[in-house]
Each structure stands twice: as C-alpha cells, then as structure tokens.
C-alpha cells in the first residue's frame, strides 16, 4: 500500500511535465541504437548522449517547434476563409459545387441532397454551425498558447533536459525499476525483453510512418499550390495511424480540389 501511495504521489508531482516526459521517452525509444553505436564508438555516454541530444534539437524539436508556429498561423487563416467559402454557398443548391463535378457524381450528390431534405437535415447550416464553433475554439486555444509562450518554452527546455538524461541513464534506470518489480530475476528479463521488441517497433515505427506521410503530403499539397499545405500536412500525419485510409482522408479531398480549381 505504501508503495503504491508513493507512486501516486511521484505522479503527482510530475503531471505537469508529464508531455515533454512522454515526448523524451518516445524519443529515447527511436534514438536509442544511435547512442549505443556513438558510445561504443566514443567510450563515453555522456558524450554520446549530448551529441544525439544536439542532433535531435536541430533535426527534430527546433523544426517541429517552427511547424507549430507555421500551423498556428494557418489555422488562424483557414478558419475565416472557409467560414466565408461555407457563407457564399448558402443561396447556391446542393451539392456545393454544381456544375463543377462530373454527372455522376453531381447526380448522386443530389440524390443525397434530397434524403436529407427528406429528413428535413440542412447539411449547410449544420457546417458552417460546426465551423464557427470549432473556429471559435481554435482561437481560444490560439491566444491561450500566446499567452503560455514562456509556458511552452520550459517545457521544451525540460524535454531536452530529460532526453538528454534518458538517453545517458535509461539504461540504469530501467535496471533500477525492475528491481523494484517482484518478480524473479529470469522472468523480469523476459518480460523486458519482449516489452523492448513490441513497444520500440510499434512507437518507431508509428513516429517515422506519420513523420514521413505528414511531411511528403504537406510538401507535395505546397508544390501544387494547395492552401494551408502546413495544415493539411498535419492533419495527414495524424490521420495516418488511421487504419486502411489514414493520409488519404487528406490528400484525396486536395486531388479533387485540384481537379476543379
């Protein structure tokens, strides 16, 4: 029972960095291979560790840092855009685009069109209602993250911090909690062992799959001249852990753009 009250307790102490803690070891788990090999290489892990720390704040947090300043502005901008797009379609009929769309699937929209007003569903104002809401939230979370800047900043310096010392001790560490699991020494290895396999494979694999459909749907969404590339970028690099479709939700919608622009 006091083990367990002391747990809680170091939880509670530690929730409020709790992100850049989950962000160092995410990145520790990716990292890791690179640190052995320069630590073998230079006989020191604390150099190893400062300098894949080094590289990880040049290649990974200064560039995500930037994106999410980037993001922030787009999203500020897209909101009123498609407020004003979503407004302007308000005396056109369904489906949005009449006239643009092949015959087919103008024919279909319609048909759908129709169910709805059935239904008495007025899909417009149901959007545009949806839009303005998430519009005014986003704003909210926009002048909060303004506002908590130097916030933002300390939590940037102790993932870094923590990174560093994640990777220079995570070894110990980890022997260090084991011992503290009752359990034979044999099976903790075993458990350990299987735990390395399944949980570095899935979180590197995950991190580096949505890194890399993220950044080349963002990039490919810029060179044709998409809109809110950054935006869209992001929003592909989350939806890509969505089984089946995941990025496609993103860039399939932008083909079509592109296809009636």
Not at 112 to 135: C, E, N, R, Y
Request: with cysteine.
């Amino acid at each position: 029972v006091i083990y367990f009250y002391l747990i809680y307790q170091l939880f509670g102490v530690l929730s409020p960095f709790l992100a850049p803690l989950l962000g160092a070891a995410m990145l520790t788990l990716v990292v890791f291979p690179l640190r052995d090999f320069l630590a073998r290489r230079m006989r020191s892990p604390t150099i190893a560790a400062l300098a894949v720390t080094t590289l990880m704040l040049v290649t990974v947090i200064v560039p995500v840092a930037v994106l999410g300043w980037l993001l922030t502005r787009e999203a500020a901008a897209a909101i009123p855009a498609l407020n004003l797009w979503l407004s302007t379609q308000q005396d056109q009929g369904w489906p949005f685009v009449t006239g643009a769309l092949p015959a087919g699937i103008e024919s279909f929209l319609i048909r759908v069109g129709s169910f709805l007003d059935t239904i008495q569903l007025d899909l417009k104002d149901a959007l545009i209602g949806a839009l303005g809401d998430f519009g005014n939230r986003a704003t909210s979370l926009g002048a909060m993250a303004i506002g908590q800047f130097f916030y933002f900043c300390f939590q940037i310096l102790v993932l870094i911090l923590a990174l560093f010392f994640f990777l220079r001790d995570g070894t110990q560490m980890v022997t260090g909690l084991l011992e503290l699991v009752p359990m034979e020494k044999g099976n903790k290895t075993l458990i350990l062992r299987e735990l390395d396999l399944t949980v570095v494979a899935v979180v590197r694999g995950t991190i580096i799959t949505a890194s890399a459909q993220g950044g080349l749907t963002g990039i490919g969404l810029a060179l044709f001249g998409v809109p809110f590339a950054v935006l869209f970028g992001f929003a592909a690099t989350v939806l890509s852990v969505v089984p089946f479709v995941g990025a496609a939700l993103v860039w399939i919608p932008a083909a079509l753009y592109l296809s009636l622009a």
